[in-house]
């Protein structure tokens, strides 16, 4: 697994540069003092001293975040901690050897310099522990987002598939009545209309949200289909502004509520009926129509409605309202975008 990879080399080594500075500090507040007390031969020496030294610790952090960061996988605080201490210990000796060989003394490598070693080795142990966490926790998150997304889609495609059975059953009814009519131009047409109505059901499976544009085609094409079944006794008002159809709409949402008003409602020549669908100043789609009730209710389970309720919760995380006043039943679905 590799961690932060959005931390480039180049950006450890600018950390690495400043984090230099900060360990490297007390040996810059004291290095005027130490060059006061030695004679200017010596001054390039201790100089150059000085600069191995902070680059020496730039390359030691830079090396240590890069192996806590990159490199060691294990969540175990003491294993990383274990084998951050035995690179420094490494580095520590290796810097004592060579100052040694350099001045011929072990003098000025004690407890300052043990200290910054042991600040060195805590601070990249402690980064790369606490970005190692982050990161697996990070991971988890996502991971159950994406669990979360799954189990939606699954929901989802659970509720609309349910919709097809349903409207599978009235469309063939439909057909049988034209069939015993003979009447074939209209059955052919009737089905040249079916094919492009399941067409777009079909499709909706792999769809969520769709253009109220996209939503409006498929009932104009449904429309032909209850105009014959019913002798242009249904028909539909539509009135939406063309610059509002880009909006967004979950799949097969008007499909339930045409297929509602057709169950329960009465259509004949006495009681003709009427669906407006309008856009609203809440920037809602409002689907209506006049209330002419059978007489013999008719038996359903309120799937449908129900169904297109759960959708709107699932996809868009709103609620559709429903509105009966005795003569007109109303509903009102939210879109996806702002007016």
């Known amino acids: 697994m590799k961690l932060l990879d959005n ?3 180049f950006k450890l080594f ?15 507040a004291c290095l005027p003092w130490e060059l006061s007390f030695l004679d200017e031969s010596k001054h390039g020496a201790h100089l150059t001293f000085f600069v191995i030294r902070y680059t020496f610790f730039l390359l030691l952090i830079w090396r240590l975040l890069y192996y806590n960061l990159r490199k060691i996988t294990d969540l175990c605080f003491k294993n990383r901690a274990i084998r951050t201490f035995l690179i420094t210990a490494v580095a520590y000796v290796l810097f004592v ?3 040694y060989l350099w001045y011929n003394k072990i003098h000025g490598f004690g407890s300052i310099l043990l200290f910054q070693f042991f600040v060195v080795f805590i601070v990249c142990t402690f980064v790369g522990h606490v970005f190692m966490m982050y990161n697996v926790q990070r991971r988890k998150e996502q991971e159950i987002e994406q669990l979360k997304i799954e189990n939606l889609q699954s929901r ?15 469309s063939l009814n439909s ?8 009447e074939d131009e209209n059955t052919l047409a009737f089905v040249n209309k079916l094919s492009d109505v399941f067409r777009y059901i079909l499709q909706s499976d792999k769809k969520g949200l769709v253009s109220l544009n996209e939503e409006l085609e498929f009932v104009e ?10 002798a242009n006794k249904l028909e539909f008002d539509i009135e ?6 880009d909006l967004k709409i979950p799949v097969l949402s008007l499909l339930p509520l045409i297929d509602n008003i057709v ?8 009681y003709k009926m009427t669906v407006t669908i309008r856009l609203n100043e809440q920037c809602e789609l409002v689907v209506s129509n006049p209330i002419h009730p059978k007489l013999t209710p008719a038996e359903t389970n309120g799937t449908g409605i129900r169904n297109l309720e759960n959708r709107f919760i699932l996809l868009m995380n709103q609620e559709i309202r429903i509105e009966d006043n005795g003569n007109t039943f109303t509903v009102y679905l939210p879109l996806a975008s702002n007016c």
């Open 7 to 9: 931390y480039s080399s």
């Open 14 to 28: 600018l950390i690495s540069f400043v984090s230099a500075i900060f360990i490297v500090y007390p040996n810059i």
């Open 97 to 99: 050897a060579i100052m």
């Open 156 to 170: 989802c495609d659970a509720l609309a598939n349910q919709i097809n059975p349903h409207f599978f059953f009235n």
């Open 175 to 182: 057909l049988s009545a034209l069939i015993r009519k003979k």
């Open 221 to 230: 094409a449904f429309r032909y289909m209850m105009e014959v079944r019913f």
């Open 240 to 245: 939406v502004d063309q610059g509002k159809l």
């Open 263 to 270: 169950v329960h409602n009465t259509i004949d020549s006495q």
